[in-house]
């Protein structure tokens, strides 16, 4: 199983930025992919941001152009720079991996962390 360290959640005031950071650990031979997922309360969970070992990002439509995602394969590091945020940006925000690793490749998630935006 893979261990995933979320940090950098908060509370920030409608057009701020936040930083998230998000470090994988365990036995992993080799992560596929690395993301963010947010789920809002009373809202299904849902893609912010994945980016693949071969450089490959996807945004959800309503973070592009604000949100960037940046990834390092090598230290198992994913990053998560969020500009320009709005209310509507609150949400518990999820780390993900895609990996080969100990019992075979999977899919493993952090605990969360909190982003609430509001004045």
């Known amino acids: 199983q893979v261990q995933l360290a979320e940090s950098g959640g908060g509370l920030v005031q409608p057009g701020g930025s936040l930083r998230l950071s998000c470090e994988a650990s365990?036995?992993?031979?080799?992560?596929?992919?690395l993301g963010w997922y947010r789920q809002a309360p009373g809202k299904q969970r849902e893609l912010v941001a994945t980016i693949t070992r071969g450089g490959i990002s996807h945004y959800g439509d309503s973070v592009k152009g604000r949100f960037t995602i940046s990834g390092n394969f090598t230290k198992n590091t994913v990053s998560l720079q969020m500009n320009s945020l709005k209310p509507e940006d609150t949400a518990v925000y999820y780390c993900?991996?895609?990996?080969?690793?100990?019992?075979?490749?999977?899919?493993?998630w952090g605990q969360g962390t909190q982003v609430t935006v509001s004045s």
């Open positions: 365990g036995v992993i031979f080799q992560i596929f992919a």
């Open positions: 993900y991996t895609d990996a080969a690793r100990l019992g075979g490749r999977a899919e493993d």
